[in-house]
Each structure stands twice: as C-alpha cells, then as structure tokens.
C-alpha cells in the first residue's frame, strides 16, 4: 500500500522557515535611504517552492521527480512524484517473541539476537534440552526459543485388564496375557474350564497374545457330577 503526504504536509516539508505575507517580508527587510525595496532583495530573500517540482526532507535536502528518498528517521523508502511524496508501506515479517536485540536501522525490524533458552512452566532450559515434565511427556527447547512437547505413545497391551503405575507412562499387565470368556477373564496359553461343559483358551503364539480379545471356546461332551 501506499500513501500521499497531503499539500499542507507537503508545504512543511519543502518550506521549513515559518511562512510570512508577502507584505511583511518585504517590512522585515532592510530598506534604502528613500524607502524603495527592489525585486532583487526579495528574491534574495525570499524560500524556493519546489511544490510540483521537486521533495525535500527535513534536513533541506532536494529531490528530484522520480527520485527515491527515506525521510526522517525512518528507513522506508519513499519516491518524490509532482503530488509530493509517496512513501511505500510494507508489510514487515512478525519479531520473533523471544528476541533479545532488534534492528531497527532498516525499514523493516529485525533481530539480530535470539535468547539461548526457553522458559516453560517456570524453570530455564538451554537450547536443545531435552526434559520430561511426566511419565509421558517429553519436551525439548528448540533453537527458536519454542518448546515442543510430545507424548509416549503406548503399545496395545497382551491383557483386557491393565494396570497403571504411578512412576509409568504406560499401562502394564500384571496378571500377564489374558482374555475374556464370556465375562470372566482367562490366562492365555493354556485351555481353561469355564464349566462342565465347555472349554477356552486365548490365542498365544512365540510370546506375543494374538490380539483377540475374546477366548476361543468349545463344547465338549457334558460330565455330570
């Protein structure tokens, strides 16, 4: 985007002196034994306008039409056009949140320092630090000051009953393997009796439990007591 400095700004611009009547210049100037003041004395005297010409800055100095120039103590560039001067607006990159020195010497800030740690929760880590703030998470400080975080991510257990412990991320089984029958929970491994007349088992090959959580069950040939 850009904007025009309006002419009543571009008045202040190109005639730093205060502006007087005409009439009063000419009383301020020094007249001669019979009162007469020449045109030469009050072009002498008298501001160039540049208005439709030419800019100038605060410091006095002149540019020409089409002629790039960054006035006052901005860094922007702006172009001196006949309507006065059109100074670019741009749209400067975000200042990272946790930089310690910024430049400001160009249109755009930047910066030039960044803190070699990140504060999280309280406590000061060093860049590149890795730290558990629970059983399950893990966090470490990144090089742009921002923590990442991440949590374990558990194996699907060999139990339909696990447990968790205070000091593990993860839940564990601590009956080992196991399934349902029907609504009792049976070790894996090995056949189990449910009654007179049936019989199940959970799958459990090599060590590993076969993700089934209901046991395999089967009729056999009923025995009355």
């Given at each position: 985007p850009f904007c025009h400095i309006f002419e009543a700004c571009f008045v202040a611009l190109v005639t730093p002196f205060p502006l007087y009547r005409e009439q009063d210049t000419i009383n301020q100037l020094d007249e001669g034994p019979t009162g007469d003041v020449s045109l030469e004395a009050v072009d002498e005297y008298a501001y160039p306008d540049y208005r439709g010409k030419a800019c100038m800055d605060e410091n006095g100095f002149v540019f020409?039409?089409?002629e790039e120039f960054t006035p006052g103590p901005s860094a922007?560039?702006?172009?001196?056009?006949?309507e006065g001067p059109m100074c670019s607006k741009p749209e400067c990159p975000r200042v990272h949140p946790r930089c310690a020195r910024v430049d400001t010497s160009q249109c755009c800030p930047?910066?030039?320092?960044?803190?070699?740690?990140?504060?999280?929760?309280?406590?000061?880590?060093?860049?590149?630090?890795?730290?558990?703030?629970?059983?399950?998470?893990?966090?470490r400080c990144e090089p742009s000051?921002?923590?990442l975080c991440s949590v374990?991510?558990?194996?699907?257990?060999?139990?339909?009953?696990?447990?968790?412990?205070?000091?593990q991320c993860c839940p564990i089984c601590?009956?080992?393997?196991?399934?349902?029958?029907?609504?009792?929970?049976?070790?894996?491994?090995?056949?189990?009796?449910?009654?007179?007349c049936t019989i199940c088992y959970c799958t459990y090959?090599?060590?590993?439990?076969?993700?089934?959580?209901?046991?395999t069950c089967s009729k056999n040939e009923c025995q009355h007591s």
């Open positions: 020409s039409i089409g922007c560039p702006c172009l001196c056009t006949d930047t910066c030039k320092e960044k803190k070699n740690y990140c504060e999280f929760r309280g406590r000061v880590y060093g860049t590149l630090e890795e730290f558990k703030v629970s059983s399950c998470e893990k966090c000051g921002e923590v374990s991510a558990c194996p699907q257990t060999e139990c339909v009953d696990p447990e968790y412990e205070a000091d601590k009956t080992g393997p196991n399934c349902y029958a029907d609504t009792s929970v049976i070790p894996a491994g090995r056949e189990v009796k449910i009654d007179d090959e090599e060590g590993t439990w076969q993700i089934e959580r209901q046991a």
